[in-house]
């Protein structure tokens, strides 16, 4: 029994064969599928962490870049204020030159000269050395008598007549006695070399002339 038994099996080897080949082949394809999708999906795990790499990367360029920009603004802020706080301390600087220098003409101009003062020799000195000064740090006068009024460089003080004009005016005016030209100087302007006015001057002008009524 066992003998025909095992030769109905030997008949059928034939047909089983092929089929277990071909699940064998169908089995060795599936496993290379899935060992293939297995190494893409390793490929695509390292492409991903190479992308969070750079992004990561990126945002600390990015946060570096901004970091760079904002001290660069802020030491360019900081600069403007210590070139603002500068200017403001050498105008002021200016400012108290001109005060004292203003202080000494007035004192020599109203001085008794009938009589021999040595500090009047003192204070002229110390004229000359102001106004030195004032050259190097670029301050120079503003020239105004016999020009035309500008209220740019002058503010005006007082109007006089033509008449009056002509009696105020020193010897050797080459100046024209016309509406708006200023005649007298009360206090001088100043001004930069390169034409920033420090101080305006005050000034004394021709008054317009009045229109002749019909």
Request: glycine letters at 6%.
């Amino acid at each position: 029994m066992n003998w025909r038994f095992w030769k109905r099996r030997e008949q059928a080897s034939p047909v089983a064969h092929p089929l277990e080949r071909e699940n064998h082949a169908l089995l060795q394809e599936q496993a290379t599928f899935l060992k293939g999708l297995q190494t893409g999906h390793l490929a695509l795990q390292e492409q991903q962490q190479e992308t969070v790499r750079l992004v990561n990367n990126l945002a600390r360029m990015q946060y570096r870049w901004n970091q760079a920009q904002t001290e660069k603004l802020d030491r360019a802020l900081q600069d403007q204020r210590d070139s603002s706080d500068r200017e403001k301390s050498f105008e002021t600087s200016v400012h108290g030159l001109l005060v004292l220098l203003d202080d000494m003409e007035a004192i020599v101009e109203h001085a008794d000269t009938s009589v021999d003062n040595p500090w009047l020799g003192v204070i002229g000195q110390w004229q000359k050395q102001i106004k030195l000064l004032l050259q190097e740090l670029g301050v120079e006068p503003i020239s105004h008598l016999g020009t035309l009024f500008d209220p740019k460089t002058a503010e005006a003080m007082d109007t006089v007549s033509k008449e009056e004009a002509a009696q105020k005016v020193q010897s050797g005016w080459q100046g024209i006695f016309e509406p708006y030209t200023v005649v007298d100087i009360i206090r001088k302007g100043y001004r930069l070399v390169d034409g920033k006015v420090i101080r305006k001057a005050q000034v004394v002008t021709i008054e317009e002339e009045p229109h002749a009524s019909n």
